[in-house]
């Protein structure tokens, strides 16, 4: 039997997930078995190579994988603590979430939602917090919007809550920090999100879930990254040299919950169309359901969401539609008829050709991309 050490940290929900990614993968095989390291021993900064064929590993200071260099055990790494250049002069083989995508999906998203505020919380020195943050930042800077950030360990502070121009988007670098911000806005008297709209990154569920109000969260989708890790560690156990640059994934992307689920749009008659065709994203609605809900004449309507949205209203349909059925395609094993009429779509047919247009790939070949052990 091949032993494959677990050194990962199962207190947050990314850990656990890369854990689950591991375990998709080794059920593949059928001569793995895994060790756990003693207990409390996931604290120390020392990774114990011994008794193990190989580790899959959340690496959070270079100088702990000397041990594995002097004995040849092969290691994976699924953590970002240390910078690439640390990681790359220790030739160690790293799977991690593309963080820069992160802050430019946390960016799109709330621009998306009309917010032209933004601020960034988050860690000083770990650099999967710098490269959210600095990707954020730059996103901002390229629309020339307002951005402010506070990096300081395991804390947000409250002046700098109180200082942002509201209504205000917050990026938490971890759903950790994320809380950490919420329960400042709580404290200092500020609406969230109606003031304040804040998004986290990880999508641990025990936390989103046990905030209130509940997180929003970026899906970094660690499965994979953990199926991936298996994958090159399994490999590596056979004798092939690894490659020693960096493999990133993308996000899966944001899964909205109530801090975020408000549109900071400032025209009543625009907020109130863009909320009823989200709260209509699985339905086959077209202008004339909007009609009927928005009192109004279709020019008009159609003028003044043009004007804040800067599209169509079968614009926006159709992208709430895709949204919806890319979600389905990530996080569900429905066929592909029944995410068409899940989406809001007429026919498989006709979904899978807007989706190709829209999307560039075929919803198949977005679900091979993006789900775990598919690839």
């Known amino acids: 039997m091949i032993r494959v050490g677990i050194q990962l940290d199962f207190a ?37 190579p011994q008794p193990n064929d190989g580790v899959v590993a959340m690496v959070h200071a270079a100088r702990s994988t000397r041990r594995f260099r002097r004995t040849g055990t092969p290691v994976v790494n699924t953590a970002r603590t240390v910078s690439t250049d640390e990681l790359q002069h220790v030739r160690l083989p790293t799977v991690v979430p593309d963080d820069a995508a992160v802050g430019r999906m946390a960016f799109e998203y709330f621009w998306e939602r009309h917010f032209r505020s933004f601020g960034f919380c988050g860690h000083s020195t770990a650099a999967w917090s710098r490269l959210r943050g600095d990707a954020f930042a730059a996103a901002c800077k390229q629309k020339g919007v307002f951005f402010s950030q506070a990096v300081a360990a395991n804390h947000v502070p409250a002046k700098w809550i ?133 009192p109004m004449s279709r020019r008009n309507l159609e003028r003044r969401f043009r004007r804040v949205m800067h599209r169509s209203l079968l614009d926006e349909i ?33 979904f899978s050709t807007v989706f190709r247009e829209e999307i560039g790939a075929t919803p198949t070949g977005y679900r091979r991309k993006h789900r775990v052990g598919m690839t």
């Open 318 to 350: 159709r992208r709430v539609h895709l949204d919806r059925a890319m979600k389905l395609l990530r996080e569900t094993s429905l066929d592909i008829p029944r995410i068409a009429e899940q989406s809001g779509f007429a026919s498989h047919v006709r």
């Open 162 to 294: 109180q200082s942002l121009p509201r209504p205000c988007a917050i990026l938490g670098a971890n759903d950790r920090y994320a809380w950490h911000a919420i329960d400042v806005c709580r404290e200092s008297g500020i609406s969230v999100p109606e003031e304040i709209a804040v998004l986290g990154v990880d999508n641990d569920v025990f936390l989103t879930e046990m905030v209130r109000p509940s997180l929003s969260s970026i899906d970094l989708g660690a499965r994979r990254i953990g199926f991936e890790a298996a994958r090159i560690l399994d490999s590596m156990l056979r004798g092939r040299k690894p490659r020693y640059d960096l493999v990133e994934f993308a996000p899966a992307g944001v899964v909205t919950r109530h801090s975020t689920d408000v549109l900071s749009i400032e025209d009543e008659v625009v907020a109130e169309t863009a909320k009823f065709i989200r709260e209509h994203s699985s339905e086959p609605i077209g202008v004339d359901d909007i009609l009927s809900h928005v």
């Open 12 to 48: 947050g929900g990314y850990g656990r997930d890369v854990l689950r990614g591991v375990m998709e993968y080794a059920n593949l095989q059928t001569d793995w078995e895994f060790v756990m390291p003693p207990m409390y021993s996931l604290m120390s900064r020392t990774l114990d």
